[in-house]
């Protein structure tokens, strides 16, 4: 029993977790929305579109140690490793859709099936991300300390 209650009241997992569920609830519901199809949640766990569920959760575990620990060399690590999860949503997995766009011309040429195209974040989806992984993490930080 002592794990689930540390569990439940863990400020550095409540924050990430609920920014992650958060995440791709609303990204399920803008799919659903912007595509005027039926909701399925299971658009919200697809690679790319609003907001970036990758940056809340990172961002969220950040502002957490942040908030509690200052700038302490645990939240320097964890930035870091924020912001390569953020450069790497944002820029190499944009790169890697437009590949997969001249992959796909080069198929097309030889009559081959071919591959669905995935691409990164925008800067603005980057960014709706962290805002809610910042949310998360003052309003656990409210409930809690």
Known sequence: MDLWHDLILNYYFLAPAFALFSSVLFKALWHSWKDSKKFHIIDGVQNGGMPSSHTAVVSALTFSLLFRTGMSDLFFISAVFSAITMIDA???????????????????KFDEKTIKVVYGHSFVQIMAGMILGFVWTLIFKAILF
Do not use: A
């Not at 820029?91 to 097309?108: I, M």
């Open 90 to 108: 944002l820029k190499v997995r944009q790169n890697v859709g437009l590949q997969g766009e001249k992959l796909n011309d080069l198929l097309r």
